[in-house]
């Protein structure tokens, strides 16, 4: 809870030094639970259990935080969150659903892989870790623009939404592009890393060509949903993620990797295809302005509850120029 407060005030520096020194000090009692005293398992889960009430402590180091943490023991928040519970449940809910929905198709096709042979989820792993390294960072660029849309619509600058987006839509399609080719081009290397079986590295040389193909999709679709919940058009950004997870992949799935006996090669081609078409749909709605409705909702309900709010608003500053240029 601290950590998305930080989050969305603006500063992601202080959870980033957080999670570096949890993970620096998960890496050491792992280390002394595990080889020295021989704890196992048990000390994994140990060392990872201290290692998170450890992270707190910076977060709540923080002038933001303490502030947090002084309307918590006064009972405002308290207050102010049962006030909202409502709200509450209708902003989190679908996102909820939708990950629980995303988890669970992802699941499935998992399992379909499996009936395919070893080697076909084999490579679906391989693949899919590689592929990490340019899913991750676009996500994390997506929570950033979700913080700065956020703000936008919280300081009544509407217009500066679909700007904001655009430039991380750009910094995303840069970053998911260059992985793209990276991984076309370095694709038999990279499985050779993985795997010594000739059957098993064609297969992932496979899935990192179809995977580098739908990189700058995913990007698109990664930032679009995150502005889309950014400013409050939560159910919209689920519906279309999860209707085209469902409805998308596993057919395609089952016509190309059953039916056309493509295998998992064919699944992935279903990745391709609900990427580019939910990317082209949260666009739509984005540069349509279908957000609109949600975002002055959002707002209005931030104004009436401006009286009881104590911790300062972050508009940050680059944005608030180009408000008035």
């Not at 179809?210 to 999709?217: M, T």
């Not at 596993?250 to 006996?261: D, K």
Request: with cysteine; hydrophobic share 55%; net charge positive.
């Amino acid at each position: 809870a601290v950590r998305e407060t930080l989050y969305g005030q603006g500063d992601t520096k202080t959870p980033m030094r957080a999670a570096l020194t949890a993970n620096v000090l998960n890496i050491g009692l792992d280390a002394l639970f595990i080889l020295q005293l021989g704890w196992g398992a048990r000390g994994a889960a140990l060392a990872s259990a201290l290692a998170a009430a450890a992270e707190l402590v910076p977060l709540c180091a923080t002038r933001r935080g303490r502030a947090l943490l002084s309307q918590v023991y006064s009972g405002g928040v308290r207050r102010q969150a049962l006030a909202n519970v409502r709200e509450v449940w209708r902003l989190g809910l679908p996102l909820g659903l939708q990950l629980f929905l995303s988890v669970s198709v992802f699941a499935l096709l998992t399992g379909a892989f499996a009936m395919m042979g070893k080697n076909d989820v084999a490579a679906h792993q391989v693949a899919l870790q590689v592929i990490h390294v340019s899913f991750l960072p676009a996500y994390a660029l997506g929570e950033a623009v979700s913080v700065l849309v956020g703000q936008a619509v919280g300081a009544g600058e509407d217009d500066l939404v679909t700007s904001v987006a655009r430039q991380a839509l750009f910094a995303a399609a840069l970053y998911t592009g260059a992985c793209g080719v990276l991984f076309a081009v370095t694709a038999r290397l990279i499985a050779g890393l993985f795997a010594r079986d000739p059957q098993l590295i064609d297969l992932i040389v496979q899935l990192l060509y179809v995977g580098a193909a739908f990189q700058v999709f995913d990007g698109a679709n990664i930032v679009a949903g995150s502005v889309l919940r950014g400013v409050g058009d939560v159910s919209f950004a689920a519906w279309i993620s999860v209707g085209s997870a469902w409805l998308i992949t596993p057919v395609i799935t089952y016509l190309l990797g059953f039916r056309a006996g493509l295998g998992v090669v064919g699944g992935w081609f279903g990745f391709v295809v609900e990427l580019l078409l939910a990317a082209v749909v949260l666009w739509w709605r984005l540069e349509r302005g279908g957000w609109l409705p949600a975002a002055a909702a959002e707002r209005a309900k931030l104004h009436a509850q401006q009286p009881q709010t104590t911790l300062e608003p972050s508009l940050p500053r680059h944005l608030t120029n180009n408000a008035t240029q």
